[in-house]
């Protein structure tokens, strides 16, 4: 009798235990169904409600001078310092949120510093100025226009200011950069993807100009408008050197944004590295430097964490409006400017002609899902250029490379 009462009394345990396991994984699955559902509206208000970031990374400030790689420095890591090309009869835009009050006499005190061409920089507002200083958008502006510069010291600099982060500025921003001259429109900022980001690419199919943006700075993952196929999509990368800029090394930076669109398909140049991307956009295309550790000294005397003058700053901001400054040498160097998807077309095909002389080949690294390996990858894409290979071979086509490629 004893035991049988201690078994009914075990049963009676075992099954409150089972209900009680039942309420909590009700609780929980409603909770996660919750939170399933707030994602998928926050991904389909997007359209209206989708706010940029600026992909920027400090490591450190000083008062006393420049702090961080020199544009000495990088021109001879990536062969700049051997290319005649300087940008000149060019037109870069930058695309930025809130732009700095200072830019003008942070340009000047930059070009000073490194002995560069005076700077030809216009400010414009298409939507109105900003009713506000962001410290975080002024020091990712001077870099934009600082590093564009200092690629292409003689090429003009139109820097377009967005009143706001939307999405309705940026590409009204964009649009008045496309309308007033640019060659090549660079993009330091992004956000995340959303289901209606397709009917924006008409705004980077612009004959004669190359729309270029960053891949992201938090890792694996996917940004927009880097994601789009006609934005040329940059990651980043560690470069070490030694004192004179000579290039030692270079490996994947783990915050280099990379991966697939969950919306974008695969366009025609990615369909050599369709074993890799899929059926979607893979990001990025190629690379630059881009981790604080080995950050560029950047000037910007509007406070930022109450910190001004000298900033050793990366983030794949930084290739941005670098590469920006290497596809006005690309035009310069031309009979014609290059359109976006053409001028991305035209890596890949040179990727898939004449890599090792062209590129350096990232081997090493990671943003988390994704490893930098030989070839291609979805953490630094084709790699880093070598410019003074690259630039002639990409002028010595004079014509689209891959001009009988389909778009798509």
């Known amino acids: 009798m004893v035991i049988k009462k201690r078994g009914a009394i075990m049963n009676k345990s075992l099954r409150t235990l089972l209900l009680l396991g039942l309420i909590f994984t009700t609780t929980l699955t409603s909770t996660n169904t919750l939170a399933k559902a707030s994602n ?52 870069i835009a930058i695309v930025d949120s809130y732009g700095s009050p200072t830019i003008q006499n942070d340009l000047t005190t930059f070009s000073n510093q490194f002995g560069l061409f005076k700077a030809n920089l216009t400010v414009a507002y298409p939507t109105g100025k900003p009713s506000k200083t962001d410290g975080g958008w002024a020091l990712e502006t001077a870099m934009d226009v ?6 292409a010291p003689n090429a003009n600099i139109l820097l377009c200011v967005a009143k706001s982060t939307s999405t309705n500025d940026l590409v009204a921003a964009i649009d008045y950069a496309s309308a007033h001259g640019a060659q090549v429109v660079s993009n330091s900022w992004g956000g995340n993807e959303f289901s209606g980001e397709s009917s924006y690419d008409s705004h980077f199919q612009h004959s004669g100009i190359v729309y270029v943006a960053s891949a992201g700075d938090n890792g694996s993952g996917v940004e927009w408008p880097a994601v789009s196929p006609d934005v040329l999509s940059v990651g980043g990368t560690t470069l070490n050197i030694d004192s004179q800029g000579t290039y030692q090394s270079e490996s994947g930076w783990s915050g280099s944004g990379g991966g697939t669109s969950d919306y974008e398909l695969t366009p025609s140049y990615q369909n050599s590295v369709a074993s890799i991307v899929g059926d979607y956009r893979g990001n990025p295309d190629i690379s630059w430097d881009a981790d604080p550790n080995t950050g560029v000294a950047v000037c910007s005397t509007t406070k930022y964490n109450n910190e001004s003058g000298w900033f050793q700053v990366g983030g794949t901001s930084l290739g941005s409006p670098s590469w920006a400054g290497l596809i006005a040498l690309f035009d310069q160097s031309r009979s014609s400017a290059l359109s976006s998807f053409d001028a991305i077309s035209n890596l890949y095909s040179v990727a898939n002609s004449a890599y090792s002389t062209e590129y350096n080949d990232i081997t090493t690294g990671s943003n988390g899902d994704f490893d930098a390996q030989p070839g291609y990858d979805l953490v630094t894409g084709i790699g880093t250029p070598k410019a003074n290979a690259l630039v002639p071979y990409i002028t010595k086509s004079n014509s689209k490379i891959n001009k009988e490629v389909e778009r798509k």
């Open 146 to 151: 600082e590093w564009a510069h200092a690629i």
């Open 40 to 91: 998928t509206s926050t991904i389909t208000k997007t359209q209206t409600t989708w706010n940029a970031r600026p992909l920027i990374k400090v490591k450190r400030s000083s008062s006393l001078g420049p702090v961080g790689y020199t544009p000495s420095q990088i021109r001879n890591a990536y062969g700049l310092n051997q290319v005649s090309a300087n940008g000149k009869g060019q037109t």
